[in-house]
């Protein structure tokens, strides 16, 4: 006789190593499953003071849910008793483009619409995990039915089948451990938000607004009035171009030609070399902006010593008077306004709205000091970008080996 394989996933915590194999449940064996209640739009008020959480509220990965939305007076305990979202509860898209997607909720100020399914469970952050996974969201979407709007019922989420450990403990602790990791997921992203936030602010507070002089707020020591000035007077504006394959070649002069909005945004994009004389070279600290197409309005600066730039992008030298790190500052400063002039069917900035955008600079050493603080500040973006990332693909990886 041969004996059958135990479902166990690659990685258990020590002491279930040797316990049974994982296996299979329904959602329904773990969690109570139901939904809302379907309140007319005729009670709905401003003042109301219950908000009506729909599957519109359910919108991302986070874990929050925005509380945003209907609002609705209820007197009645028997209704406050079925649909109030207090205590812990997840809630799952049953209609729309979100179908599957889950969130954790609790609010004793808000109460549940009709067609929002909503798990109750005593493992909570366990049942969680499973349903945040991609498998559950292709399932449900599998399931939908439906023209227009797609659907699920509660029966399909009821149903839903997964392994899982039969030791409440050990449901307990994955949930726990899990549950941790999101929560440092949560602060890096948090902690991101904050600095990007701050870093926005600070543009503002540190470049003059549209028809203003001098910034809000300056460094100790700064008197000096902004001197005003048009962009064109103080870069050189190089614009990209088109190039045929035959201007490519491998083993020629070494200079990458960079095209796509990908390369504006950390990563490199070298398309061969370019072979004949320097029509549209970029240099090393020249600030490129995509000028149209996809990702137009984005902003970099050079990082090679030199590249040749295709015609999506313009290039902006900057001449003595203009230091290079405060330039790239400078340009995010002013872009919504330059992005005004937009034209064309398909969005795009042409070379007169760079030139003529009006500008105010101070001294070179303020613009220095100013490029220097604002570096820190991307420094610091960049720093909780990794961790973001780092901490989200731990959880991949874990996910993959603690779950059959």
Not at 208 to 225: C, L, V
Not at 276 to 287: I, M, N, Q, S, Y
Not at 356 to 367: D, Y
Not at 368 to 387: A, E, M, W, Y
């Amino acid at each position: 006789m041969i004996e059958q394989t135990k479902l166990v996933p690659r990685r258990r915590f020590r002491e279930f190593q040797d316990t049974d194999a994982w296996e299979q449940r329904k959602l329904s064996d773990l969690a109570e499953v139901r939904t809302g209640k379907a309140f007319s739009s005729v009670d709905f008020s401003d003042d109301g003071e219950y908000l009506v959480v729909t599957n519109k509220n359910i919108l991302d990965e986070a874990n929050g849910i925005p509380s945003v939305g209907d609002r609705i007076d209820i007197s009645e305990d028997t209704i406050l008793d079925n649909y109030l979202l207090s205590g812990d509860n997840i809630l799952v898209t049953m209609d729309g483009v979100n179908i599957g997607k889950t969130g954790k909720y609790s609010n004793e100020k808000a109460v549940l619409a009709q067609r929002v399914g909503r798990l109750n469970s005593e493992q909570l952050e366990f049942v969680y995990q499973i349903t945040r996974s991609d498998k559950f969201v292709s399932e449900m979407n599998k399931l939908s039915v439906g023209n227009a709007i797609k659907h699920i019922s509660l029966k399909q989420i009821s149903d839903y089948s997964f392994l899982a450990p039969l030791s409440e403990e050990e449901q307990e602790k994955i949930g726990t451990f899990f549950n941790q990791l999101d929560n440092l997921i949560t602060l890096h992203q948090r902690k991101l938000d904050k600095t990007q936030a701050l870093k926005t602010a600070y543009l503002s507070e540190m470049f003059p607004a549209e028809g203003e002089s001098e910034p809000k707020w300056r460094f100790a020591g700064f008197t000096d009035a902004w001197e005003q000035r048009k962009y064109g007077e103080v870069i050189d504006l190089l614009s990209g171009q088109d190039f045929s394959p035959s201007e490519y070649n491998d083993t020629c002069n070494g200079i990458p030609y960079m095209t796509g909005a990908s390369c504006i945004v950390g990563k490199e994009t070298i398309v061969n070399r370019w072979t004949t004389v320097p029509r549209c070279l970029a240099e090393k600290g020249d600030v490129l902006l995509v000028c149209k197409g996809s990702g137009y309005g984005a902003i970099a600066v050079l990082a090679q010593e030199k590249a040749h730039i295709a015609r999506q992008f313009m290039a902006l030298k900057n001449l003595p008077n203009l230091d290079k790190v405060f330039n790239f500052y400078l340009l995010n400063s002013v872009i919504e306004n330059i992005k005004k002039d937009a034209r064309g069917l398909i969005a795009g900035i042409a070379r007169d709205a760079v030139i003529k955008q009006e500008i105010s600079i101070p001294s070179l050493e303020e613009q220095s000091q100013i490029g220097v603080f604002f570096n820190k500040i991307d420094n610091l973006i960049t720093f909780h970008q990794r961790k973001l990332e780092k901490f989200k693909k731990i959880k991949k990886a874990y996910l993959n080996e603690m779950f059959v």
